[in-house]
């Protein structure tokens, strides 16, 4: 048995860790919230530490005898300060005798190390950083969180409901590219279960990959198709060509965290309709 420090884990992903963490009873979990009151966790057996990334001695004397930090901390829009929470974290790490550390990743990235998604390059800041830090540590890749597909309904966990690509509860979709570039998608609970399983590893790869699938969105299309009925699909007209995943991801996680993401309602007409094709 291990203590297990997850940051953040108040949050979506976080969420799922800890409960998968929990459910083996094999580790002690610690949550370090910027907040002292989680009921919910500390009654499944959780320890929740207050902790201020702004003070090192709270966060080093949270960490005190714990043997493997997980971070899923979010950048909640602001970049500077998810960087500047990550690197304290780090260094109280590093200080408090922390032997494994994973940064907050679960990036959507394609397969090339060093092509991640553009949105997200700033998490090799702190990728960089922890591989200078003389820790172990991974970073864990799991594509799209799949719960996004189930936004509206009770499969979308603990994950903030995010119409990402797909608007499955109003049978709409605004697919970019041709929409033929495989992507994995990993439900939260797996990406948990991976997290937890991982512990028991004697040595931590430099990247730890999963999928939960492997598909496009035109076959993630087909399927939702099938669950609730024709598609109107919307393309943006500088994606609509085949571009690479890169190109393909980034365009579309820029355009989610715009909040510029239109979907069309399902119409009489829906069975009818050509795609529309318009200019952001
Ligand atoms: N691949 C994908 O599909 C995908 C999608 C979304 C997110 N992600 C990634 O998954 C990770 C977690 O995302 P999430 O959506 O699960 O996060 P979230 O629920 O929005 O937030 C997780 C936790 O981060 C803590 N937090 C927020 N801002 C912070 C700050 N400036 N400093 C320290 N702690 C802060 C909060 O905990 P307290 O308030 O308790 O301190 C919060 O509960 C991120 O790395 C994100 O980029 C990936």
């Known amino acids: 048995m291990v203590k297990v420090a997850v940051a953040g884990g108040t949050g979506g992903i976080g969420r799922h860790i800890v409960d998968a963490i929990l459910n083996t009873q094999l580790h002690q979990v610690v949550v370090l919230s910027r907040?002292?009151?989680?009921?919910?966790?500390?009654?499944?057996?959780?320890?929740?530490?207050?902790?201020?990334?702004?003070?090192?001695?709270?966060?080093?004397?949270?960490?005190?005898?714990?043997?493997?930090?997980?971070?899923?901390?979010?950048?909640?829009?602001?970049?500077?300060?998810?960087?500047?929470?990550?690197?304290?974290?780090?260094?109280?790490?590093?200080?408090?005798?922390?032997?494994?550390?994973?940064?907050?990743?679960?990036?959507?990235?394609?397969?090339?190390?060093?092509?991640p998604v553009e949105l997200y390059t700033y998490k090799a800041v702190v990728a960089e950083a922890a591989k200078n830090s003389g820790l172990e540590y991974t970073l864990f890749e799991n594509g799209v969180f799949m719960n996004y597909l189930a936004s509206g309904t009770k499969g979308v966990g603990y994950l903030n409901p995010l119409k990402f690509v797909f608007d499955v509860e109003n049978c709409s979709a605004k697919i970019p590219g041709d929409g033929n570039?495989?992507?994995?998608?990993?439900?939260?609970?797996?990406?948990?279960?991976?997290?937890?399983?991982?512990?028991?590893?004697?040595?931590?790869?430099?990247?730890?990959?999963?999928?939960?699938?492997?598909?496009?969105?035109?076959?993630?299309?087909?399927?939702?198709?099938?669950?609730?009925?024709?598609?109107?699909?919307?393309?943006?007209r500088r994606d609509s060509h085949p571009g690479s995943t890169q190109h393909t991801l980034t365009n579309i996680c820029r355009e989610n965290v715009r909040r510029h993401i239109r979907v069309g309602r399902r119409s009489s007409q829906a069975n009818t309709a050509k795609p529309t094709v318009y200019d952001d």
């Open 181 to 236: 570039n495989e992507i994995s998608w990993t439900r939260g609970e797996d990406v948990g279960a991976f997290v937890a399983a991982s512990l028991e590893l004697e040595s931590w790869p430099e990247i730890s990959w999963m999928a939960g699938d492997r598909k496009s969105f035109n076959e993630i299309r087909k399927l939702a198709e099938k669950v609730r009925g024709q598609y109107t699909p919307i393309m943006t």
């Open 35 to 115: 907040s002292p009151h989680h009921a919910d966790l500390q009654s499944r057996g959780a320890e929740v530490i207050a902790v201020s990334y702004d003070d090192p001695t709270s966060l080093e004397n949270a960490l005190r005898g714990v043997h493997t930090v997980i971070s899923t901390i979010s950048d909640g829009g602001n970049i500077d300060a998810w960087v500047a929470s990550q690197r304290a974290l780090l260094q109280a790490s590093v200080q408090a005798g922390v032997k494994r550390f994973a940064p907050s990743e679960f990036n959507a990235r394609p397969s090339r190390l060093n092509d």
